[in-house]
């Protein structure tokens, strides 16, 4: 099970759960001209790199974030890491992870960074917290290292050496830079370093995104895409669930957790991985969630094989009678239960298509009590109160975008 987050007391649907603005991101090659190579968000009035051309920013503040850190670095080879072909996006962060310090701060640390502690920050004697920027949070994140195959090891250092290249290409070593194929010390400790971050960030990198939809679209009409990546120590301690309690929506690179659903104080906060239930088959996402993250999900929807939403239940006709949240006595007022359900359903259809989220959100804790005292899950109701639930909660606060048509 591994370390976890639970409700410290009963959490209602909607609630912000966390915050969390990551210590390192990378922002996706495809998205480098619209997008700000700093905070992620449209760049309305894009603002040049004064160092480089396939790099833009939103504002004046973060042009000099960026500049003050990793950019002057990483610009010195943008033209170079364009032209890479890796398919693994968050590995680049292992690359972030270096340009965001100078060279002094991991020579100076090595002592910190010589083993892995995937137990940092239990000790309940220690004085340090366990803090988002530190960069020890991120390096004892687990890696797994030991269940990687060796042509994984391999293509890894194979990347790692070229990330070295590139820094050296910025004169980043300094000094300590090789002048030949053999590499210094320095620069050898530099490459270990970003191959050990690759195998935190595979297995701990959540994907940035942001809404879009095309101009005078509704945006529930829209689909949220990945734009870059980010490494979040904190967020990342949650454990999976194809079906969890918490939604997240990304603001600029930092990310927020909301309660999908009432939490019950005791209740794990759950987040997902990769695709819930509702998307992928049972078949489908148990060997892959195995073969990325090394674990077999024991969520319920795991455990009893929840099938995808076009095959769930539609209709109250439809419930199985282990699934049935009513007795015998109750069967006079269950008519009126139902009606209610529809009626909220389409109240919600209709504020939503206006463009109202707020007026539609205020309503989903309802909804979801209505359907609770008809049924359990799973059922199409709770996907799609689930899913919409979402869509207003990016629209309201997550990073979102126009297209042209």
Known sequence: RGRFGVASRDIK??????VEKPPVFYLHEETSGVNCSNCFRESIAPLPSPTCTQTVFCSRVCQTEAMATYHVVESKFMDVLFQHGLKKKEWFLALRAVTL???SFFLENVDKYE???PDHGLEKTSMDLYKTEDFSSLYNLVGHHEMWEWRDHAYKAFFALFFVRCLQKSNYFGAAQSKDFQLSDEELLVGSLMIHVMEVATMNSHEIGQMEAERGQNWLLGQTVPVGCALEPTLVLLNHACDPTMIRVNIGVSTAGFASRNIRKGEEITDCYSWPFDITKYEDRSPDLLKKYKFQCGCIACKEKWVTFHDL???????PDDKINFSPEDLP???GKMMNVQKLGSKINQLQQKDDF?????LYGEFNAAIQQLMAPPHQFYVIARRSYASCLWVKYGNKIRRDN
């Open 115 to 117: 083993s892995h502690n």
């Open 101 to 103: 310090k100078p060279l």
């Open 333 to 335: 007022h269950v008519q």
């Open 13 to 18: 649907l909607g609630e912000l759960l966390c």
């Open 313 to 319: 239940p539609r209709s109250f006709n439809d419930v």
């Open 358 to 362: 707020d007026g539609a959100m205020s």
